[in-house]
C-alpha cells in the first residue's frame, strides 16, 4: 500500500466516526464496530520506527474510546418515557457529551498517524 492510499485509508476511517455526531439510538454500537474495525486494521500494518509507535498510541486512544463507548452505550440511552422533558433533554445531553468524548477520542486517535504521515512527506 502507498503511503498516499494508506494516508486516504486513515482519513476515511477519521470522516466515518465524525459522521457519528449525528447521534442516533442505534449509533453507540455502530461506533463500537467501527472502533473494532479501525483497530484490527492497524494491528495488520507492519512497520517499525515512529510510524509503528504512532500507531500503537492510536490503537490505545482507540481501545479507550472503545471502552467508553461500551459502557456508556448500556447507560446513557435517553428516556423518554419520562414525563418530565426536562428530565429527557438532561438524558439527551448526557448522551451528546458521550458522543463528543468518544468521537473525539477516536478523532484525535487517527490524527496521530495521520499527522505523523503527513508531516513526513
Same mark, same amino acid.
Not at 472502533?35 to 500507531?55: E, F, R, S
Given at each position: 500500500?502507498?503511503?498516499?492510499?494508506?494516508?486516504?485509508?486513515?482519513?476515511?476511517?477519521?470522516?466515518?466516526?465524525?459522521?457519528?455526531?449525528?447521534?442516533? #439510538?442505534?449509533?453507540?454500537?455502530?461506533?463500537?464496530?467501527?472502533?473494532? +474495525?479501525?483497530?484490527?486494521? !492497524?494491528?495488520?500494518?507492519?512497520?517499525?520506527?515512529? !510510524?509503528? +509507535?504512532?500507531?500503537?498510541?492510536?490503537?490505545?486512544?482507540?481501545?479507550?474510546?472503545?471502552?467508553?463507548?461500551?459502557?456508556?452505550?448500556?447507560?446513557?440511552?435517553?428516556?423518554?418515557?419520562?414525563?418530565?422533558?426536562?428530565?429527557? !433533554?438532561? +438524558?439527551?445531553?448526557?448522551?451528546?457529551?458521550?458522543?463528543?468524548?468518544?468521537?473525539?477520542?477516536?478523532?484525535?486517535? !487517527?490524527?496521530? #498517524?495521520?499527522?505523523?504521515?503527513?508531516?513526513?512527506?
Amino acid at each position: 500500500m502507498t503511503k498516499a492510499a494508506f494516508i486516504s485509508k486513515l482519513k476515511s476511517f477519521r470522516q466515518s466516526i465524525t459522521s457519528y455526531q449525528n447521534l442516533n #439510538i442505534e449509533s453507540p454500537k455502530r461506533l463500537q464496530y467501527l472502533i473494532v +474495525d479501525i483497530i484490527t486494521y !492497524l494491528n495488520k500494518i507492519k512497520t517499525d520506527g515512529a !510510524l509503528k +509507535d504512532k500507531i500503537e498510541d492510536a490503537i490505545k486512544e482507540l481501545k479507550i474510546a472503545h471502552s467508553n463507548a461500551e459502557e456508556l452505550s448500556h447507560t446513557l440511552k435517553p428516556d423518554f418515557s419520562k414525563t418530565s422533558d426536562i428530565a429527557v !433533554l438532561l +438524558d439527551i445531553q448526557t448522551v451528546s457529551a458521550w458522543a463528543i468524548q468518544v468521537i473525539g477520542t477516536g478523532e484525535y486517535a !487517527l490524527d496521530i #498517524i495521520i499527522d505523523h504521515m503527513v508531516g513526513n512527506e
